[in-house]
């Protein structure tokens, strides 16, 4: 069944290259939403409702872990499986985004193959 | 942190983003510490802001002629120009090299931020950083052209989190 998939990035490139991996690791892809920063990514989460939310962490307006906390305090969305993909790799990131409620953390640089491998099971 | 152990993140980061992300296996060039400001340059020019217990900047920088080169690799389409497409392809090619090198200093130096890119394209510009420190200068080989990543890095005057060591740009009217 194809899933709707938030991308939130500030750089049009990278969502550019996740919508691209995400094809290549056989993602059945529904619509695909994007957002530059997380206060744009709140804004088309009342628009569209989607099946998972890839997010950068550093990003203008609101941060990735901003926007994850916000995902995870509404009722109608704290349900949408959240992952990270940024370049953010330092542990307490990484902790500090898992103790909100992330399923998954990718770090950049990634190949088709590890975007595939965090989807496993939660897609 | 001594040059020797910048100058080996900075491949490290460089050589994984542009293998991961591009499929270009970089060739290495020279790398040394630069006291002196650097001489006017041209082409496109990445720079995020590092903080922490050690503070300071990174840069990348190349031709227009290699950023649509990469832009292309990284896009998987063709650049005319240098456009919005190829400054925003650049800082986040930037973001990722210097954001590695920043989760490799943190396992010495502990927690840092990452200022989010800026990207600057033109002609007979100037870089210097205000506290006029050294620069480890780390040049890469790549489809003819050379790439470089420049990093200065200073120990923090207080332990607080806060941007200390901008860099600092001109436009030479020549």
Redesign the interface.
Known sequence: MPVDVLIVD?????R??LQ?VLVQAEVPLGQVVEAGDGVEALARLKETKVGLILSDI???NMDGLQLLNAVKADDGLKSVPFIMV???????KVMEAVNLGAVGYV?????AEQIKEKLAGII | MTHEQLTQMIGTATHDVFSTMLGIELEDGESYVDDAPPAPAEGVLALVGLAGTWAGSGTVACSATLARHISGQLLMQEFQHVDEEVLDAMGEVCNMILGNVKTLLEEHLGPMGLSIPTVIFGRNFTTRSVAKSQWSVVKFNCAGEVLEVHLCLVPSRETSVTHRHPAVLSLNNS
């Not at chain 1, 500030?10 to 990278?14: F, P, T, V």
């Not at chain 1, 940024?86 to 307490?92: D, K, N, P, Q, V």
Request: proline residues 9%; charged residues 25%; aromatic residues 4%.
């Open positions: 500030d750089s049009a490139a990278i550019k290259i691209r550093n990003m203008p940024t370049t953010e790799g330092g542990t307490s770090k950049k640089p990634f190949t």
